[in-house]
């Protein structure tokens, strides 16, 4: 029967992402006092104290800013990237800050697609871009996760405009290789097409092992590199990101910012770029932290046979639910209802990953996580 009032097509056929789906339901179960071990989140809980916003600009900080964001944010992100990965930014014509990294993906692929290109997406991919990808009538071109970085070229049609690279990587935590990028930055110039760089996890990696793909594409000729202040400082729910690239491609960016958002919140970017100094200080040590719990974590998933992909950064495992004969939705939402364990199903990270769960280690002790671990175990030898 035909609908009264059709809606948009396109985004019908959308799905939800799935790690905000599962995040919800664990929402409503904690609203009714239920103890959920969080694995599902993506972010870490940092101790960030709350600084004084009594020396911010009043009432400026009231009022829209400038739809780049604010000069003083934009120098404070060109700083740190020149200083932590040695890229050169100009903050007045190579960068805009967004509302998280989210709109700055979208933006980008925005200003580069159009309908019927194609993009390639290396599985196990972060929820959103293949969403955002067909949004914009644009083509997934989906990778399975055996794969390697070699494989690209195989995927690769006339209508390829644009590969997404996401490194340090969500949610495998592999960190790519400066002659893998190289290798990358070759296919995409063959082609003709942009590398997207999801950074959003660049401060996590601590042994020099990042490089940034701005630093193998210095004139950013066929490099958009998005990142977020959000995640780095701790502070997700601020919605604080950013993208650059060569200036003709940030105009585009500049134009959809305006149309869509007009700026971040003015408020939020003051305060960052205020005290974007001591909120490093603050989580660098935090991050420390995490890296050594990451090696405690991948001990216990060892201890408890739980097969993952290979990664040695960010705070997520992707693991497998091997030999469990559940889909990684069924196996995800009973161990949700029956064990109050949340995870997210590995369906979502894209097609050839159905017998996965991405787990994160940012929000619970380390004696709840093996708590869940075991249940998790527990769960797979029963449905097996």
Known sequence: MKAEFPLNEVVGAAIEAVSIRFNNLVYELKRKNVDVTVLSLGEAYFDVPLRTFDDLPFPTIYHYSHSRGIPELREAVARHYSREFHVDVDPATQLVMTVGSKAAIYFSMMAVLNPGDEVIIHEPTWVSYPEQVKLLGAKPVMMPYDCGVKDYGRFVTPRTKLIIVN?????????????????????????????????????????????????????????????????????????????????????????????????????????????????????????????????KVAALLERYGLGFLPGSSTFYFFVSSSPSKLSSEEFATRLLKEDHVAVVPGSGYGGSCDSFMRVSFGTEPLERIEAAFAKIRRLIDATK
């Open 167 to 295: 490194n340090p990587h969500n949610p495998r935590g592999e960190v790519l290789s400066r002659a893998d990028m190289e290798h990358l930055l070759g296919v995409a110039r063959g082609a003709g097409a942009f590398i997207l760089a999801d950074e959003a996890y660049s401060d996590f990696v601590l042994d020099g092992s990042f490089t940034s793909f701005a630093r193998v594409d210095p004139e950013l000729r066929n490099t958009i590199v998005c990142n977020s202040i959000s995640k780095n400082f701790g502070i997700s729910g601020w919605r604080l990101g950013y993208v650059f690239s060569r200036a003709d491609l940030i105009y585009q960016v500049l134009k959809l910012n305006q149309h869509v958002v007009t700026c971040p919140a003015t408020i939020l970017q003051y305060y960052v770029a205020k005290h974007w100094d001591d909120l490093q200080k603050t989580c660098r040590p935090q991050i420390v932290e995490l890296a050594e719990k990451r090696k």
